[in-house]
C-alpha cells in the first residue's frame, strides 16, 4: 500500500511540481492532495495538471477540525511544506507529530524564523556576506524555523553573486534533496 502525502504550497508551485514529477510512477509513496491557501496560485493548475486534489484552506479553515478530518480520510502520512507561508497551528501539529516537514532556503539556525521566506532569506544571506549558504529540510513544531533538522546540503556563494543566481542555486539543491529526504522519512 502506498504511503501518501499532502503537499502544503502558496504559490509557484515549483518544488510542488517536482515533487508530482518524482512520486508521479512511484511503487511507494504518492502525492495525494494538495493544501492551498491561495485559490489562484500556479499549484492549483499544477495539481490540476497531475490530477490530484485540492484542499483550500484560509488561517480559520487550518484551526479547524475539517482539515484534521480531509487529511484522515486522505490517509496522509506526511505533511510536506513547500513554499507555504501560513504558520502551521498547534491541532495540526499535534494531530501529526513528527509528521510535518518544511524546506527552508537557508542553513538553519541562520536566517529562520516569522517573514523569513523566499525572497526574504535570499537578500538577507547576501546582505550579511555569507560565503556558504544551503538549504534545510526540518520538523515543523509551533516556533518557525525550528523543529529538528532532517537534511541540509551547502552551495558556496561566488563573488558577485545577486538575488537571481542565488536563487536558481538554491532551486536546484531544493528540487534534488527534498524528494529524496521525503523518500527517506518514509522508507
Do not use: W
Amino acid at each position: 500500500m502506498k504511503k501518501n502525502i499532502a503537499v502544503f504550497s502558496s504559490g509557484r508551485g515549483g518544488n510542488f511540481d517536482n515533487i508530482c514529477k518524482y512520486f508521479k510512477n512511484h511503487n511507494s509513496i504518492k502525492t495525494k492532495l494538495l493544501v492551498t491557501n491561495n485559490p489562484d496560485s500556479a499549484s492549483t493548475k499544477i495539481a490540476e495538471k497531475h490530477e490530484i486534489k485540492t484542499f483550500f484552506a484560509n488561517k480559520e479553515t487550518l484551526k479547524s477540525t475539517q482539515i484534521i478530518e480531509t487529511l484522515k480520510n486522505e490517509s496522509i502520512q506526511l505533511l510536506v511544506l513547500a513554499g507555504f507561508i501560513l504558520k502551521i497551528p498547534k491541532n495540526i501539529i499535534s494531530s501529526f507529530p513528527n509528521k510535518i516537514i518544511n524546506l527552508h532556503p537557508s542553513l538553519l539556525p541562520n536566517f529562520g524564523g516569522k517573514g523569513m521566506y523566499g525572497d526574504n532569506v535570499h537578500k538577507a544571506v547576501l546582505k550579511a556576506n555569507e560565503k556558504i549558504t544551503g538549504i534545510t529540510i526540518h520538523f515543523v513544531d509551533e516556533i518557525y524555523d525550528n523543529g529538528e533538522i532532517v537534511a541540509q546540503e551547502k552551495c558556496n556563494i561566488d563573488i558577485g553573486e545577486n538575488l537571481s543566481s542565488l536563487r536558481e542555486k538554491i532551486r536546484k539543491l531544493e528540487y534534488s534533496l527534498f524528494p529524496k529526504t521525503i523518500e527517506k522519512i518514509l522508507s
